[in-house]
């Protein structure tokens, strides 16, 4: 019997051991973790209504201006090689202030300007060309314009690096609308206007936490959001853990009470186990935003799969082209020196008609359409995956939930899908337009869909409903913000208590 009850005591003060770093570990972090939870619940609800401000181009393009073929004397290589960019990445002409421009976009760093007609080496637009595209795209006059400025908080994004430094042209209107002027190519690549900017200082820039000054380091910003929302998972995880162990022991030894606290700390204990799902899902599903290829696949073609299914490097594609092709897609305000399956193809796109897609023989068009053949694309695509059976491309079902997502990072449905028969049950999402990949869905990809965009925005089909979806959504937020308020008020209270000691 004595054996027995020392060994039951041992059990038990091992238990006391191993809980307390558990609470001590729960109950500081969770201090700075509550606010950072009751902050990032407050402003997912922002975001529902308020997106990050986003210009598309579409936009870009519609709004562009006309290019001038009588100005485009220079070939795409003779381009190529004015830029010193020996392997670019992508080549287009556009319209910049007046001059048609080769834009010529190495893999990595800023882009390269090149005129079209004399072969110089432009290095950059002035003030007074930003101002004058500015007014050219908005139809408004322009009130001030800024000296070229590298990041603030609606340009820190990474795949604005290569246009950078840009103009920020603020209109006389309304709205206070603000343009963002590329020096590099002239393009138009952000709008704001006061509205936007004014909630998303309370909503996506708190949510991602995406001040200026962390975000244009992308590195620096991938690994403190990372390493906070890793540490936000364990203390949910503990939370979790000591809220049932807490629950447990209070219904063993008070006849079912559900929790042994009062006050605030009773509402935390409630709220948790309440709770304790949801916030669980959404902190881990909020980490694995920030995952980047590290657990999952991006997305993307490999390097080589990209290259097979070009056929060409953009180098190569662009000797086939020469300046009477080009003039013979327009008019557009952008054309784009691209390859698939092996054969060049010019893409001239602009606000007045379908874009037209422009296969080049001998240096000449040899025939046009609105998209890249559908057997074009299969080639590429079976290119890409040697050996392996690769279907013929269909227009992608309204039906497939992959392609289909309530985010703006969705495929769409105005795509091609190309079923590959390879280990990882891969389908392969692609613009008819351009014939460019959009995506590459392979077993990993669907189970970072269910588990990020799934559990972080209840993206499933049968939550397809607005009507079901935001009720639920907004309910679901707002609890989990009550619950970490909680966890501010305890802990607000216990440093007074600490401090006041």
């Known amino acids: 019997m004595a054996t027995y009850q020392e060994g039951a005591e041992s059990i038990r003060k091992s238990r006391i051991n191993i809980l307390k770093p558990i609470v001590i570990f729960h109950r500081w972090l969770g201090i700075v973790f509550c606010l950072l939870f009751a902050m990032w619940f407050f402003s997912g609800v922002v975001m529902m209504y308020v997106p990050y401000p986003f210009l598309g181009d579409g936009a870009r393009i519609n709004k562009g201006s006309t290019i001038d073929g009588n100005k485009v004397e220079l070939s795409p290589s003779s381009a190529i090689a004015a830029s010193g960019i020996a392997s670019p990445a992508r080549l287009r002409i556009l319209e910049v202030n007046g001059q048609a421009m080769y834009v010529v976009q190495p893999p990595k760093g800023p882009q390269v300007i090149v005129s079209a007609k004399t072969g110089e080496v432009m290095a950059g637009i002035s003030g007074e060309a930003a101002k ?127 929790s042994p606290y009062r006050g605030w700390m009773k509402w935390h204990h409630v709220g948790g186990l309440v709770m304790a799902t949801f916030v669980f899902t959404w902190m881990l599903s909020g980490w694995l935003s920030m ?46 020196v691209t390859a698939v399956a092996g054969k060049p193809y010019l893409v001239a796109r602009g606000p007045k008609a ?31 995956y040697p050996g392996k059976t690769v279907e013929r491309p269909t227009p992608i079902p309204a039906d497939d939930v992959y392609a289909n997502l309530r985010s703006s990072d969705g495929i769409g449905g105005d795509g091609l899908r190309i079923i590959v028969k390879d280990d990882a049950n891969s389908a392969v999402y692609i613009n008819p337009v351009t014939g460019g990949v959009i995506e590459v869905m392979d077993d990993s990809r669907r189970t970072y869909r269910w588990l990020y965009f799934g559990l972080h925005t209840l993206d499933f089909p049968f939550l397809s409903n607005n009507a079901i979806w935001k009720p639920l959504m907004l309910t679901l937020l707002a609890g989990g913000f009550a619950f970490s308020m909680t966890g501010v008020l305890i802990g607000w209270r216990r440093l007074r208590r600490k401090f006041a000691k």
């Open 132 to 258: 004058s595209i500015a007014q050219s795209f908005s139809g408004l006059a322009v009130k001030t314009v800024s000296e070229p400025l590298n990041h603030d908080q609606w340009m820190v994004h990474h795949r604005f690096d290569r246009y950078r430094p840009f103009y920020k042209v603020s209109l006389a209107d309304d709205a206070g609308t603000d343009l963002y002027v590329s020096q590099r190519s002239g393009e138009v690549m952000q709008r704001t206007t006061n509205f936007e900017r004014s909630w998303n200082y309370v909503g996506a820039v708190l949510h991602w936490i995406y001040p200026t000054v962390l975000r244009q380091s992308w590195v620096a910003w991938d690994r403190t959001v990372w390493w906070l929302s890793l540490v936000g998972i364990s203390v949910t995880i503990a939370g979790i853990w000591l809220g049932i162990v807490r629950w447990y022991k209070s219904a063993k030894l008070n006849q079912g009470a559900i």
């Open 291 to 336: 995952d980047h290829g590290r657990l999952f696949s991006t997305g993307a073609m490999t390097d080589a799969q990209a290259e097979a299914y070009a056929g060409l490097t953009v180098a190569e594609a662009a000797k086939t082209v020469s300046p009477d092709a080009i003039q013979a897609v327009l008019p557009a305000t952008e054309v784009e």
């Open 354 to 384: 379908d874009p037209k897609i422009a296969e080049i023989r001998d240096g000449k068009v040899n025939a046009q359409s609105n998209a890249i053949p559908d057997d074009v694309i299969w080639q590429a695509a079976s290119l890409a």
